[in-house]
């Protein structure tokens, strides 16, 4: 359970702050389907994990953003009244903090190019970002997380060819927006 647990944490919390927007909520969500999965599931066959542990994110997204939707209803006047001084309590990127994987393809290549590399990515988040919330979900599963059709829409709990859709959807419209930027990949 716990290699798994380590082999989906990166992904999943990259996942989880595609959708949220939010580092904070990002890495409380990411722990809460790694608990629940722990708790729930830890003696289901290790063929299974992926699925189960791909439902019980998405199912937290969205309990985070119902539970969002209900704080926002009653505490909006209150918060109103709160002065911001403007100041950033972003610190740094998790993923930072990771060690690098010695067995990276990538680890021998010259610092030019991990930086284009960086820079590449960085524009390939935030165009991800953009997108509509399904889409997203959608090109992650099938291209994140390497699932296929069957099982991404099992995870998302629709048909296979709104998976397809919602993949061809997110692929065309990155290609554009990347094509703008002059990336052609």
């Given at each position: 359970m716990a290699d798994f647990l380590g082999q989906v944490e990166r992904r999943a919390f990259k996942h989880a702050q595609f959708a949220t927007h939010d580092t904070q909520a990002a890495l409380d969500i990411v722990q809460d389907a790694m608990l629940k999965l722990s708790e729930k599931y830890s003696q289901r066959p290790l063929e299974e994990l992926p699925m189960l542990f791909q439902r019980i994110l998405q199912n937290t997204i969205k309990d985070f953003f119902r539970r969002l939707k209900v704080r926002t209803l009653w505490t909006t006047p209150i918060s109103s009244l709160i002065l911001h001084n403007g100041e950033s309590d972003d610190l740094q990127d998790p993923l930072e903090s990771f060690s690098a994987d010695e067995s990276n393809a990538f680890s021998n290549d010259s610092p030019d190019k991990h930086l284009e590399r960086?820079?590449?990515?960085?524009?390939?988040?935030?165009?991800?970002?953009?997108?509509?919330?399904?889409?997203?979900?959608?090109?992650?599963?099938?291209?994140?997380?390497?699932?296929?059709?069957?099982?991404?829409?099992?995870?998302?709990?629709?048909?296979?060819?709104?998976?397809?859709?919602?993949?061809?959807?997110?692929?065309?419209?990155?290609?554009?927006?990347?094509?703008?930027?002059?990336?052609?990949?």
């Open positions: 960086s820079k590449l990515i960085e524009k390939i988040e935030e165009c991800l970002k953009k997108l509509p919330a399904r889409q997203r979900e959608a090109f992650l599963l099938r291209y994140w997380e390497e699932l296929d059709v069957s099982a991404a829409a099992k995870a998302m709990g629709c048909s296979e060819g709104s998976v397809k859709t919602h993949c061809s959807r997110a692929t065309h419209w990155l290609a554009e927006e990347l094509k703008k930027e002059g990336i052609t990949l």
